[in-house]
């Protein structure tokens, strides 16, 4: 014959069950939270930090993490930047996971925004294809940049932009976001 359990007991096992629900939509609304977090977001929880990109060419470029814009991230290395547009990441690797941080003033800006500051200077840019250019950037149009090189001028789409080089002898001051 089995006894009946004691009221106590009942009580125990209710709290059990609660307790055990409680932590389970707590660890769904984790979940939910970290599946909304961007790239970006992620990116610039890692300003200051060391950072290694992959690219989608295949190249790891790494250096700390400057600026995380909404379509890109700017990498330092001693006087060198790198910005690499998000779409050319193929994977980013850090210490360990960053907060997620939301976007403040430059940080609003796009990969546009920070190239528009660079016109009238030399850089180095990657494309689609693993093709290099130098020379000098003349214009950034809403879905192209142009370089000046060799008495000629090359448009190249946003799209094909892998990675963009050029020297810091000034702070970035992005304008306006887009």
Do not use: F, N, Y
């Not at 030399?122 to 020379?135: F, R, Y």
Request: aromatic letters at 2%; charged letters at 20%; a negative charge.
């Amino acid at each position: 014959m089995t006894e009946l359990p004691q009221m106590w007991e009942l009580s125990a096992l209710v709290q059990m069950e609660e307790k055990a629900d409680a932590a389970e939509h707590m660890r769904t609304a984790i979940l939910v939270e970290q599946a909304s977090v961007a790239l970006a977001d992620r990116l610039r929880g890692a300003t200051g930090w060391a950072a290694s990109l992959r690219c989608v060419d295949g190249v790891a470029v790494t250096g700390s993490v400057e600026l995380a814009t909404a379509d890109s991230v700017v990498l330092a290395d001693g006087r060198q930047r790198l910005l690499v547009p998000l779409a050319a990441i193929a994977a980013a690797t850090v210490s360990e996971i960053p907060p997620a941080l939301p976007a403040r003033g430059a940080e609003r800006a796009s990969a546009r925004t920070v190239l528009r500051d660079l016109v009238d200077r030399g850089i180095t840019l990657v494309i689609t294809g693993g093709v290099e250019a130098a020379g000098v950037l003349v214009a950034v149009g809403s879905d192209h940049l142009a370089l000046a090189a060799d008495g000629r001028i090359t448009m190249i789409p946003m799209a094909a932009v892998v990675r963009v080089g050029w020297r810091r002898d000034r702070e970035l001051s992005p304008g306006p976001p887009d």
